[in-house]
């Protein structure tokens, strides 16, 4: 029986003495535990064939077929001679041992100078893994291809060829950092024992293992949200390259042990879906920023969420009725801000900078203020204020609402406060013990597992915090005013 740690020894095995080679290795491995083929870009000499070779070391079939194509390329290069014996009893038969149609591994490189005479018998085998010899259609046992291209295809002929890649990565020289060990590197490639390799059972047994396994609704939501994304990067994805996308989320998830494929065998995703090189990087943040979360809980959106509940909160609450005494009649607010049901007072007049107004009675169409006074050496008391009326302000209060309006508003918000809470709960439970289930996990590249907890931790703050808001506006709703 394969079981994980198996699987993280010939990941192991893959990847000694390859320097940063780590991600294709896992890619590699798990295209052939899927069934899947696996397309390395990039210049030569940055170890795809070698990827390859060590690859078809893994299994127990170890038939190996490697070919480097040109626009020259005759299909007897890669399925094999015509037989002579056959065409002398005039059958058309191909004398395929050695080759493609009975290899288990194969790598092909320059794939995309492939020709029309090679073209079609070469997608039946990748796609169909059957291989017509003469007039009989015979079953391939291909597991895996791995090819090798300098440059993406051209030509709409070869975009078939080239979809039927599913895992695709671009493979670049190593950088600096790593030149030194480069220079220095002195290791030989062990292949593994007998015992570990993978048998035709072993594969079968993790295919259809992994076929009885589950989405989880957060990853489900997130592939939608994904599918909403590429849309708008104008990343075009067929439903075939979805299904098929689905098949390794589930191997990745069997292989590591879970019952379920969940948010974390997403990491992938970025490696199927790119048509070219320059969009990894932008499938690779969007990825970044929402592996951790389920994007129905998404911070940004819980917070617009609160937001719209506190504008309502402020649209309820808004004292907008006129107040009225015990006998019906509306009250105004008096200058000392009082409640008075006179619509209309009497003050003293101010000038146009809010200065008190006075006047002389001997001089009755003068007014003067205190400094004026003051400074006119007068007696003040022999002035009087200058008095006029105004029309006072009405006196408003909080408009009460129904009873069954304030139970409404309450029940939303004690069902949004549940679901949240429901979802800071899996948040706590997904954190519990999160390092060593990051740490332990067979496919998780290590700087995704760090940001991935990282983003884990930040949304249970941001989360929790509009928890406590929707709490508070839950009492603010329940102290609202209540009709008679």
């Known amino acids: ?9 010939l990941i192991t095995q893959l990847q000694q003495g390859l320097l940063e080679r780590d991600t294709p290795a896992r890619l590699a491995l798990l295209g052939a535990l899927s069934g899947e083929h696996l397309l390395l870009l990039g210049p030569p000499g940055t170890a795809k064939s070698e990827l390859a070779r060590r690859l078809h070391t893994l299994v127990e079939d170890g038939r190996y077929f490697e070919r480097l194509l040109t626009r020259f390329s005759v299909p ?7 037989s002579i014996k056959a065409l002398e009893q005039d059958r058309y038969l191909r004398q395929t041992e050695g080759y493609l149609p009975e290899a288990a591994i194969a790598f092909i490189d320059e794939i995309f100078k492939a020709n029309s005479a090679i073209l079609n018998s070469l997608l039946t085998i990748l796609n169909e893994r059957q291989f017509d010899n003469g007039s009989q259609r015979l079953k391939v046992p291909l597991i895996s291809v791995i090819a090798a291209s300098n440059e993406l295809p051209e030509g709409v002929e070869l975009n078939a060829l080239y979809d039927r890649f599913l895992l695709r990565y671009e493979v670049a020289p190593v950088n600096d950092d790593s030149f030194t060990e480069l220079l220095t590197l002195n290791h030989s490639y062990q292949a593994p024992t007998d015992c570990q390799r993978l048998s035709h059972d072993d594969l079968t047994a993790i295919r259809e293992g992994a076929s009885t396994l589950d989405l989880s609704p957060a990853l489900i939501r997130l592939l939608h949200s994904l599918r909403h994304f590429l849309s708008e990067q104008e990343i075009v994805v067929s439903d075939r390259r979805w299904r098929k996308v689905v098949k390794l989320l589930k191997v990745s998830a069997f292989c590591n042990g879970d019952s379920e494929a969940g948010l974390y065998d997403a ?3 970025p490696h199927c879906l790119w048509q070219h090189p320059e969009q ?5 943040h969007w990825l970044t920023e929402n592996i951790a979360s389920d994007p129905g809980f998404n911070a940004q959106i819980v917070t617009e969420l609160v937001d719209s509940w506190q ?3 402020e649209q309820d609450a808004d004292p907008i009725v006129p107040a009225l005494d015990e006998q019906g009649y509306q009250l105004y607010l008096d200058e000392q801000g009082q409640t ?8 003293q007049k101010r000038n146009e900078l809010g200065e008190l107004l006075y006047h002389q009675p001997r001089v009755p169409n003068a007014s003067f203020t205190e400094d004026e006074i003051k400074n006119l050496g007068s007696n003040f008391d022999t002035y009087q204020p200058i008095m006029e009326q105004y029309q006072r302000q009405s006196a408003l209060q909080p408009k009460a609402w129904p009873a069954a309006h304030i139970a409404s508003r309450l029940r939303q918000l004690d069902e949004r406060i549940s679901e949240l809470g429901q979802y800071l ?3 706590e439970q997904q954190l519990r013990g999160l390092t060593e289930r990051l740490a332990n996990h067979l496919w998780l590249e290590p700087n995704l597992a760090e940001q991935a907890q990282r983003q884990l931790e930040r949304q249970q703050q941001q989360l929790s915090q509009q928890k406590a808001r929707l709490q508070d506006l ?4 329940a102290n609202l005013p209540v009709e008679g």
């Not at 007897?76 to 015509?82: A, H, M, S, V």
């Not at 008075?340 to 003050?347: F, H, I, L, P, T």
């Not at 839950?474 to 709703?477: E, Q, V």
């Open 474 to 477: 839950h009492h603010a709703f």
């Open 267 to 269: 990491w992938l995703l």
């Open 340 to 347: 008075v049901v006179e619509a209309k007072g009497q003050r």
């Open 280 to 284: 990894y990087a932008v499938l690779s």
């Open 311 to 313: 504008q309502r909160l």
């Open 1 to 9: 029986m394969v079981v994980k740690s198996r699987i993280a020894e």
């Open 76 to 82: 007897e290069e890669l399925f094999g001679p015509l």
């Open 425 to 427: 709960a899996w948040l």
